[in-house]
């Protein structure tokens, strides 16, 4: 349970850290209302709704965002509708992206998408031509003094983590998405805060990137993308290459 990860060299380069925790509670809130208003607010019978509030929790989200999302969800503060879409892409470099929104309109969704794609290196693919290259994994992030190998191995390994990759003050934890709760209530048990936390989508194979200007095009995109109101999360299949990630600026 060990390997190599580039989390850190691509994360610090976007450490707008007010407007990350912003668009990070708004997608948590969406996803929260969506899994209430799909299956109910009791968290005893409703697995995503389960895990939509341990991943809020651990990314410190108040609790009365929680309950707010909860209510709008049930209906109780105004009928809410969102509609799950998935866009498939492709970055500079060959480089496949997966885009997921929760949208109330998905005209708008699918122009903006599109239009992004278009104006930052980037297009948009047919359904089905990225997908199959990504699979849906839990996944947790822990930096500073917590980011320990042999300490975090004790405490995950029984609650279901498949791997574990520690480097530079950084560890990220993966694991089937069944076992989102299981490792999230592990770590809580043991006073240990996720600075991330979600069931996402883990590439099979990456893209590795070592030119800058590719490296600096693919970021700009992502972050484009994630600025959108309807987009919930962005993955891509590449890394950039330790040999460059200094010079990137994006």
Known sequence: MSGHSKWANIKHKKDAADKARGRIFSRLGKEIMVAAKMGGGDVDTNPRLRSGIA?????????????????????????????????????????????????????????????????????????????????????????????????????????GAEDLIVEDGVAEIWGDPSAFEAIANALEAAGITASEAAVTRRPDNTVNITDVHTAEQILKLVDKLEDLDDVQEVTGNYEIDDSIADQVNI
């Open 55 to 159: 991943a809020a929790k651990a990314a410190n989200m108040p609790n009365a965002n929680i309950d707010r999302a909860i209510k709008k969800g049930l209906g109780e503060l105004g009928d809410v509708t969102f509609e799950e879409i998935q866009y498939e892409g492709y970055a500079a470099g060959g480089v496949a992206l997966l885009i997921d929104c929760l949208t109330d309109n998905r005209n708008r969704s699918a122009s903006e998408v599109r239009t992004t794609l278009d104006r930052n290196n980037g297009n948009l693919a047919s359904s089905g031509s990225v997908a199959y290259m990504f699979k849906r994994q839990s996944h947790f992030v822990i930096e500073g003094e917590n980011a320990d190998e042999d300490k975090l191995m004790d405490i995950v390994l029984d609650a």
